[in-house]
């Protein structure tokens, strides 16, 4: 039985804190305490070396990491201790050999493999294999892919757009969110499922609920993380951020326009919002305000800070002056 998780945070596990001779031991405890049953073994004599972060929510367990070389096999006695959830590797930089169902199938870097945890087979790769892993419950997918079964046991090609948006949103979140509630965890979970069920061919009217839930959710993250972590640049438009996404200017509009917002809206709120928090961090950030409304993609200091005051009911050398006069009154 998998460990139950008491809080919905990041795992991580680091071979740099644990004695040499007991890596191994703490690594498999990890994988056969949060995420798989196997039998595990080492492919060499070197000390095993590897890093990974893990997070486990009630339906839904995923990580990544970088490992060394493992021979990991799933016998008929751990498989009869486990269920039928649906668990996906990822090869996200290596080699990776399955055997299952009688077969041998080898996944390529950027691909992915699609396994049920009720079935036995054997899972190996060599030194310093960077892995992405998903375990998620089967009803959750198979509600929106039909004979779902068809689909375990075989590979996904690098290509497939669902797995690369599903490995996207993952990153997102794990980055941004703090998944402090249930609610928030049942939603990232939900997602999660519609993009697999993509990945896995979902078709008909099952497509349907995963495109409109899932996949317009997932792209919307991920732009708003990219749009975050470019405010600085004055020529975003949705002209040259849809590109990136493989989506056209107007379909991006579009799923900013189903939270009630534009794009523009978005993009000026965050830069704003940056620009504040710059203005009152006195001790971290001593530019000139010039320079802030610069660095946070305003090309116009006139614009920045009309649409500064309107905002926040103050202007940028208001808010320096009052960070600056409670400072030191401490």
């Not at 998620?136 to 039909?146: H, I, P, Q």
């Not at 792209?219 to 020529?235: C, F, M, N, S």
């Amino acid at each position: 039985m998998l460990a139950s998780p008491d809080h919905f945070g990041a795992r991580f596990f680091r071979t740099s804190a644990i004695p040499e001779t007991h890596r191994f031991a703490a690594w498999n405890h990890v994988v056969n305490g949060w995420l798989l049953g196997v039998e595990s073994n080492p492919v060499s004599d070197a000390p095993f070396r590897g890093s990974a972060c893990l997070r486990a929510l009630p339906d839904l367990r995923y990580g990544w990491g970088m490992l060394g070389g493992t021979v990991n096999r799933r016998t008929r006695t751990l498989v009869a201790q486990d269920n039928d959830d649906l668990f996906l590797f990822v090869n996200s930089g290596g080699t990776f050999a399955v055997s299952q169902r009688r077969r041998e199938t080898d996944i390529a870097a950027g691909g992915a493999y699609i396994m049920s945890c009720a079935e036995v087979g054997a899972y190996r790769w060599p030194e310093g294999m960077k892995l992405t892993v998903v375990r998620t419950k089967l009803d959750g997918v198979s509600a929106l892919v039909r004979n779902v079964y068809d689909s375990v046991g075989s590979a996904l090609a690098p290509g497939n757009e669902g797995l690369r948006l599903l490995i996207r949103y993952l990153q997102v979140m794990h980055d941004a969110e703090p998944l402090a509630t249930v609610e928030a965890s049942a939603l990232v979970t939900r997602h999660v499922q519609d993009l697999l069920a993509l990945a896995l061919g979902a078709v008909g009217e099952g497509r349907d609920v995963a495109i409109a839930r899932g996949l317009r959710a997932a792209r919307l993250k991920t732009i708003k993380a990219y749009v975050d972590q470019h405010l600085g640049w004055p020529e975003l438009s949705p002209e040259n951020v849809a590109p990136r996404f493989r989506i056209s200017a107007r379909t991006l509009q579009r799923l900013f326009e189903a939270e009630g917002i534009t794009f523009s809206e978005y993009l000026l709120s965050r830069r704003l919002a940056r620009a504040h928090a710059a203005l009152g961090d006195l001790r971290g950030d001593a530019r000139g305000i010039g320079d802030v409304a610069l660095a946070c993609g305003f090309g116009n200091i006139s614009y920045f800070n009309r649409r500064f005051r309107a905002r926040y009911g103050a202007t940028p050398s208001d808010i320096r002056n009052r960070d600056l006069l409670r400072d030191r009154s401490r």
